[in-house]
Structures are given as structure tokens and as C-alpha cells.
């Protein structure tokens, strides 16, 4: 036996560190988070990984205000649907910003983040949250 | 020769004021902030640590760099923050990098010079071909006591800088180091916060290592001030690195800009790789470059670094160190101490 | 095999914070409750159907079929404890109609129960999550309030609802709950204490949320045949339907719409031979207010995006055209998650009886339930007639 949570975890470190999801070439649909089996096209599916470029809007949030025991000190904060540049949605943070600029439709980019603890003695468990996308000097 | 195939860093969101701390403490903020030159501090959010700031600027490098990452033969990350006592922060940021299993990785500490022990690390490791490029990285969270005159300026930013051969943005011609045992500041396994020699970590630490190590780089390459457009000194505050010029006969016009304490305070392992950086980001082909790291311990590592055409093919391509200044929010004292862990009922 | 299926007796256990009952006190009284009601021998009952969400991470104990039955002093007959988060009481209701209707039982005794008060606030919202997609909507800080926030929020977008519709509902809700003796909160709410309550997760506040409530429900249902013995005034099942949508919210094409709701309350409906027009009175699963708004639009009471106007009019009141969540729904009566679908059609089958004392609808004839799990991942709906 593994200690709790970790071998549950480390499992999808691909998935939660990178963006990787599957893309459908039989139908050509992009999932995330990954599937094992295309909905649409089921055992005729042909799914390969795929990595997502992280760019994507805002589709929904709200402002937890009263959050489990992991997420305390972070209270209060953002927490969004996003909709990906290659169609699916995933739930994640949105961080870097004050929770009342939060907009719906606000262009976001994926970032890396300390998503939850397993306790003050166990993993710390990292993955993707989402900002908005930053001014770059000479960048149009 | 081996030099600079990208760079990225990352500085948090968060600032706090040097008055607002002095006001927690009774302190008159505005003579404080002046005394060290340090006029406030970044820290990290309440997600953030060394394993984040590190991923985001090792993102930001290899984006630069326009490199597979799976060239990466080489990840050090060094830093005083490690989030783990054991379990290397490497293999994390290497894997949210997208490198190889095909490489080396391991944590680098060596107080404020983590990050330049690892340059140098990367440098011996290409220049003897056992690696195409490296990846290292200098980060912090730098923590001081509540009241200590360190809480000022601990602040936390990371610095990637990949080594490698092929068209370098800037050449690194060659570095030497200087190493005694000097216990200037420490901290213990398990404790919180460091502890510090107070007036102790000034002459016989700071000064004797910046100032030997700089001579030494200048002997190595028979070269004198003269020779270098920009000087890059280690960052606890503002004040050590303007005195360490005064001595050494730095114009100030060469080093002002690499002081990017007074608006960030001092991102230990980070600090002068984060003034490198800004050099690196507005710096003109051609441009020679003189860094000394300073770590407690204590050691110095020096540079010099030539700026190359290729640079100009990858600016603004990811944010700079300005960018990053300027992307800021502030935050009171309660808030600094909810997010730094200073409140322990919280866990 | 029976053609119909009956509601012959219903019980239920006060709903509220039980500090000195447990699990298996609460769910042995809404049980005996029931059989009382339906002046039932033990040796009569020849399975138990049992809902529950979560016991074993809310008390330590699972295993609740066995539970039940021996509590409940019945012996050896089998037991079936069925699992579908919120929506838990109503597949135990289900699991019970399909036994029936079958052949298989003819006389059952269903259970819904949940003790939730037996850990801590944190602890329960952590449980409570895990009716979510929890590797890819809990694990990333998505609370469940948050869902229903995700879902209120772009209500309020595309259809311009307000938050004083949504207090509205609770307003509503706990009108009603007064003249229902099992409620957890029998008294009036004001619509300005609603909306100046605090934020949960905005938009949704602390009083458009249901709360952390202990309690058991029970209904005794057997095939039509054997319904004769027990009383003259049963209520049938006129229809039992289920669907299901993507586990996760953040799957589906329209996050206002539960398509597991319009699915199977358009084929109840449509197996009951009944319009919505002619359903007297309703229980739709009102976690949150903005559920009962939803569920009002998808089970073709209002059209989408008006539901929050419904509520303006008072349709959905104690008196009104269509009065929903008489009982005082999940927001007033309390939502014991596994109990929740077993109360809702222990309140109909009172309102069908004319047993609903000071919160009867006169003449109700046929009834709708629609118990939910998750954000809408399992839809189950009842309708009910005489």
C-alpha cells in the first residue's frame, strides 16, 4: 500500500503538470480532461495524447469563501470553468488577479501551481491554476 | 564556447511595503527604506513556492530559447527554500517542463549563491560534452524573523538560465569562485528562520568574498573596470552592492541597473542572476557583463559574459524582469502573515 | 408481475442537527414510522431498499442493508443499499418500484438516511464534494457550492436572473416548512435576511445553500394487489424514470440546462400519460435555489431562462398554480443527502392522501418528484397519483 493519495495522484502528473488530454482522430473532438473512450465515436474512436497550448476564457467562476481544510489559506479565492482554445472546458483556479476583476470571457493562459497539501507531513501536490495573459515587453 | 542559449525568470504578484513593515514594528519605514535601499519586497502567494516560481521561469527559459526540452541533459535548482526537506524539486520542475527521463537532476544549496553554483555546475557538464544544455536554476522564498532587520528584504523570485553551445545569447568567457568557512548566516534543520551574524555578515562576509572574488575574475581575464558595461553584484539590500562598486571603482551608471532590490527586495538565490537577467534584457550586442554572486557560508562566484547578436532574435518573446516588476499588487502586514505561514494556527 | 405500485405507508425521522440519535437510530425510526403507517406484521416485509451517500465517510459505517434489517429486527430477508449521491433516496425508491413491479418483492420497506453532524464542517463539505467529479472538479478547489455558482452565474448572464429571485425560492421554501413538523428550520426567513447573508461561493449565498442536516425517511410500497390489505387510500406510482448526464459540470454543452432532468421527466410524464399541466404539486430538488430554478425550466414548468420570473409571479407558492417544495425542500425541510429523495415522496404521498395538514394542496391528485445527484448527473423523478 501506497501512502493516501499518492500513487492516486502521481498517475495523472502528466495530465495535472502539462495539459495533456486526448484528442479523437476518428471524429477529431479534443477532450480534457483525457478519455479513455471517445462518447461520440465510442469503439470506432481512435484516441491519441494531446497537449494543450493552455490558452483559453473564462466561461463561469465564483468566489469560494468557504473552502475544505487544504484550500484555507488560499480563501477567498477564484475558481473558474475554462474554456480551452480547442473546445473542451476544465475546472481550475484562476490566480494572479483580485477575485472582483474576475470577468466572464477573460482571455486566461494555464500556469503552474501548488494545488493542495496532503497534510503539513505529506505530498505537495502541483498542477495547473489560470491567469490572465501578462503584458510582454515587444510582444504585439 | 559555452554561454547563455535562454534565459527566463519569475517574480509573485505580491508586494509589501517597507513601511508597512516598519509600522508593525515601530520602525520609521521611510528611514529604513532608504537606509537599505530596498523600498519593498516581492513574496510568494499562498500556491506559490520554489518548485512554482522555478517551473514558471524554466517555461519562460525554454520558450526563449525556442528549445525542445527534451534536450535538457541537466536540471539543478538551487535554493534555500527547497519546499522539501528530501525530495529534490528538480525532478518536479523538470517533469512540468516536459524534459526527458534521459537526464540528470539534483537540488543545489548554498545560501544565496545556489543559482550560480548551478551555472557553474551546467558549464563544466557542456563544455565536457556530457550534456547538450543544462538547466539551471537559482529560486527562493526567502523567509526573515517577525521584527529581524532580514524581513525587510527576504523576498522570492527565480532566475532559469539555460547553458548550452549552440548560438548563445550571450557567451559566458569565464567565471572563478572563492570559498572559506565563514558562518555569517545559518539555519539549522527544522527551524523556521535563519539565523545571522548581524554586523558580522558585512566585512568579513559580504565585502571579503564579493570583493576577493571580483579581483580574482579581473586577474583570470586581465581586465580592469574599464573593460565591462555593466557590473552585476550580489542583492541583500540596495546599499551592499552601491558600497561593493564604491570600492571596487564601479561608475554607478554601470550598475544601477542591475539593482533590482529596491523593487523586489532580495530574491537570495535568485538576487543576482535577477540582476543579470535585467542586464541581459536590455543590454546592447556586444556588451560585457561582470557578475559576483555572494552566498552566506560563505563563497562567490564570478562571471564574465559577453552579450551576442542572437539576442536580439529572441526578446520579446516572454515577460521581462520589468514586466514582472510592474505586475504587482500589494498587501498589508496580516496578509503577508497568512501567506508567508506566520500564522501557525492555520497549518 | 404488478402492474402498479404502491405507497402504502410513510415515515419519517425529525430532520435537523440530532446530537442525541446516530445513524442507525434516526434511519430504525423513520422505518418503524412507516410501518406503523401502513399497519404492517414485520414478517410481511420481504426486502429492505436502503439510499444513503455516504456513511462510511460521514460515521465509519457502511454496509447499511445489513444494518437496517437487523435493527429492524426483520430477520433474514435481503437487503439493497443503492448509492447515487443526492439522488440516493430516490434510486432506493426506485430500486424498490423495479422489485415490484418485477415480481421479484411484494412488499418492501425503503430507506433514506444520512447522520452528517457526527464530523466537522470541513469535514462534511469534503464529503458532500465527492458527489462531483473529484479528480478534475474537487481536487482543483471546485467546492460544490462552487458548481451550483458556476451554473447561478451564467443563469444570471444568458437570462438576466437575480439575486433576489434566487432568495426568493428560500423565502418560499421556508414559508413552507412551517407547517411541516419534521422540518429542520419550521420559521419564516425574511428575503432581506437572505440577501444580505454572506457569500458562500458568489454568487451563492449562505441562505440560497441547504443545510448540514441529520435524518431518515421511510415508505412502505408493495404491488397493487397486496396494497388492499393495508389501506383504503394508497397512492400509486404512476411513473419511475432515470437519466444520466456527464459526472463532471464542466462536460456538458449547456451548464443551465441538467439534460438528465428533461430527459426523465419528459418520459415520466410521458409514461404516466400525464401533461405537466397536470401535476398538482411538485418536490424539485432545491440543494440550492438556483436548482429549483433550473429544474422548474427543465421539467417544462417554465420556459429555460425563466424560471426566476415563475418565482416573481408566486406560481410555485403554497397557493399557487403549481406549488413546489411544500415540504420546505432541501433548503428548509434540511437535505440528509440519502434520506432527501425518500423524504420528497414521503411529502407527496401525504399531499396525495390529504394528509398535509396546514400545507395541503386541496385536491392534489397527481404529484412530481425530481431528486438529483451531483450537479445533475443522475436525475431521478417520480409522479405520483391516486
Not at chain 1, 476518428?26 to 484516441?47: A, D, E, H, S
Not at chain 3, 445513524?23 to 412507516?34: D, K
Request: charged share 25%; net charge negative; hydrophobic share 40%.
Amino acid at each position: 500500500m501506497a501512502e493516501k493519495g499518492v500513487a492516486q495522484v502521481w498517475r495523472r502528473f502528466d495530465s495535472i503538470y502539462n495539459l495533456i488530454g486526448t484528442h479523437c482522430s476518428n471524429c477529431g473532438t479534443y477532450y480534457f480532461p483525457p478519455r479513455l473512450v471517445c462518447p461520440k465515436c465510442r469503439r470506432k474512436g481512435k484516441l491519441e495524447e494531446y497537449k494543450y497550448k493552455g490558452l483559453g476564457k473564462i466561461h463561469t467562476f465564483s468566489i469560494v469563501r468557504q473552502a475544505p481544510e487544504n484550500f484555507k489559506r488560499q480563501v477567498p479565492y477564484v475558481v473558474a470553468q475554462v474554456q480551452l482554445d480547442e473546445g473542451p472546458r476544465l475546472t481550475a483556479q484562476i490566480v494572479n488577479i483580485d477575485p472582483e476583476d474576475v470577468k466572464i470571457g477573460m482571455r486566461v493562459r494555464v500556469c503552474f501551481r501548488k494545488i493542495t497539501e496532503y497534510g503539513e507531513g505529506g505530498i505537495i501536490v502541483y498542477g495547473y491554476k489560470f491567469e490572465p495573459t501578462m503584458i510582454v515587453t515587444g510582444h504585439e | 564556447m559555452v554561454g547563455i542559449i535562454g534565459y527566463g525568470v519569475y517574480i509573485p504578484r505580491y508586494r509589501i511595503k517597507t513601511e508597512e513593515i516598519a509600522c508593525v514594528w515601530g520602525e520609521d519605514g521611510e528611514a529604513m527604506a532608504h537606509g537599505l535601499r530596498v523600498f519593498e519586497k516581492s513574496l510568494p502567494g499562498p500556491d506559490e513556492d520554489v518548485v512554482t516560481i522555478s517551473t514558471e521561469a524554466a517555461r519562460n527559459a525554454v520558450k526563449y530559447a525556442e528549445l525542445d526540452p527534451k534536450r535538457i541533459g541537466a536540471v539543478y535548482v538551487g535554493s534555500e527554500s527547497h519546499p522539501y526537506a528530501v525530495k529534490p524539486t528538480g525532478t518536479i520542475v523538470s517533469e512540468a517542463i516536459g524534459c526527458s527521463t534521459d537526464m540528470t537532476c539534483a537540488d543545489f544549496e548554498f545560501a544565496c549563491k545556489a543559482g550560480t553554483a548551478a551555472v557553474q555546475a551546467c558549464m563544466g557538464l557542456v563544455s565536457s560534452k556530457m550534456i547538450d544544455v543544462g538547466l539551471a536554476i537559482g529560486a527562493d522564498t526567502a523567509q526573515g524573523r517577525p521584527g529581524d532587520a532580514l524581513e525587510y528584504s527576504a523576498a522570492a523570485g527565480g532566475v532559469a538560465i539555460l547553458i548550452g553551445k549552440e548560438n548563445p545569447v550571450a557567451t559566458i568567457e569565464t567565471t572563478t569562485s572563492f570559498t572559506t568557512d565563514t558562518p555569517d548566516f545559518w539555519r539549522r534543520e527544522g527551524e523556521d528562520f535563519p539565523s545571522h551574524g548581524a554586523r558580522f555578515t558585512g566585512e568579513p562576509a559580504y565585502f571579503r568574498h564579493v570583493e576577493e572574488g571580483a579581483k580574482a575574475l579581473m586577474k583570470k581575464t586581465d581586465t580592469t573596470i574599464d573593460d565591462y558595461d555593466y557590473f552585476v553584484f550580489h542583492q541583500p539590500n540596495g546599499k551592499f552592492p552601491m558600497a561593493m562598486g564604491k570600492t571596487l571603482g564601479v561608475p554607478m551608471e554601470k550598475l544601477e541597473d542591475s539593482l533590482v532590490v529596491k523593487d523586489i527586495g532580495n530574491t537570495y538565490s535568485a538576487s543576482a542572476m535577477m540582476g543579470l537577467a535585467r542586464i541581459l534584457d536590455i543590454a546592447d550586442p556586444g556588451s560585457k557583463i561582470f557578475m559576483v554572486s555572494y552566498g552566506s557560508g560563505a563563497g562567490s562566484d564570478a562571471f564574465s559574459i559577453v552579450v551576442e547578436d542572437e539576442i536580439e532574435a529572441h526578446r520579446g518573446e516572454v515577460p521581462t524582469v520589468d514586466d514582472y516588476i510592474k505586475r504587482k499588487t500589494y498587501v498589508n502586514y496580516s496578509i503577508y502573515a497568512k501567506y508567508r505561514r506566520k500564522i501557525k494556527a492555520l497549518g | 408481475m404488478s402492474d402498479r405500485v404502491a405507497i402504502v405507508g410513510v415515515g419519517m425521522s425529525k430532520f435537523g442537527e440530532l446530537w442525541e440519535k446516530s445513524l442507525r437510530e434516526i434511519t430504525l425510526e423513520a422505518g418503524m414510522y412507516a410501518i406503523f403507517d401502513a399497519d404492517v406484521q414485520g414478517k410481511e416485509i420481504d426486502a429492505i431498499s436502503i439510499g444513503n451517500m455516504s456513511a462510511g465517510r460521514f460515521t465509519g459505517q457502511e454496509h447499511l442493508g445489513a444494518l437496517a434489517v437487523d435493527m429492524g429486527g426483520l430477520g433474514n430477508i435481503p437487503a439493497y443499499s443503492v448509492e447515487a449521491a443526492c439522488a440516493s433516496g430516490g434510486a432506493a425508491v426506485r430500486q424498490a418500484y423495479m422489485s415490484i413491479k418485477s415480481g421479484e418483492h411484494d412488499v418492501m420497506l425503503v430507506l433514506g438516511c444520512e447522520k452528517m453532524s457526527d464530523v466537522s464542517q470541513s469535514e462534511a463539505m469534503d464529503t458532500i464534494s465527492v458527489a462531483s467529479d473529484m479528480d478534475w472538479e474537487g481536487m482543483f478547489g471546485a467546492t460544490f457550492p462552487a458548481l451550483y455558482a458556476f451554473i447561478a452565474r451564467r443563469h444570471m448572464m444568458e437570462y438576466g436572473t437575480t439575486d433576489e429571485q434566487m432568495g426568493k425560492v428560500a423565502v418560499k421554501n421556508h414559508y413552507n416548512a412551517q407547517f411541516n413538523p419534521w422540518a429542520q428550520f419550521q420559521r419564516a426567513l425574511p428575503l432581506k435576511v437572505v440577501m444580505n447573508s454572506g457569500m458562500l461561493a458568489d454568487p451563492i449565498r449562505v441562505l440560497h445553500s441547504s443545510p448540514i442536516t441529520d435524518g431518515a425517511a421511510g415508505l412502505v410500497m408493495c404491488s397493487e394487489e397486496r396494497a388492499k390489505e393495508f389501506t383504503d387510500n394508497p397512492v400509486f406510482v404512476d411513473a419511475s424514470t432515470q437519466a444520466t448526464a456527464s459526472l463532471a459540470l464542466h462536460d456538458r454543452k449547456d451548464i443551465c440546462t441538467m439534460d438528465s432532468v428533461v430527459l426523465s421527466s419528459r418520459r415520466a410524464l410521458e409514461r404516466a400519460n400525464l401533461s405537466i399541466e397536470d401535476i398538482d404539486v411538485f418536490e424539485l430538488h432545491d440543494s440550492f435555489t438556483i436548482s429549483e430554478i433550473v429544474l422548474t425550466e427543465d421539467v417544462g414548468l417554465a420556459k429555460k431562462g425563466e424560471g426566476g420570473k415563475l418565482v416573481d409571479e408566486g406560481i410555485t407558492e403554497l397557493k399557487g398554480e403549481f406549488p413546489v417544495n411544500t415540504s420546505g425542500g432541501l433548503k428548509a425541510r434540511g437535505h440528509p443527502i440519502g434520506a432527501t429523495g425518500v423524504a420528497q415522496i414521503v411529502e407527496l404521498a401525504l399531499q396525495l392522501r390529504g394528509d398535509a395538514e396546514k400545507r395541503q394542496v386541496e385536491g392534489a391528485e397527481k404529484a412530481m418528484a425530481v431528486n438529483i445527484g451531483g450537479t445533475g448527473a443522475t436525475s431521478i423523478v417520480h409522479i405520483l397519483g391516486r
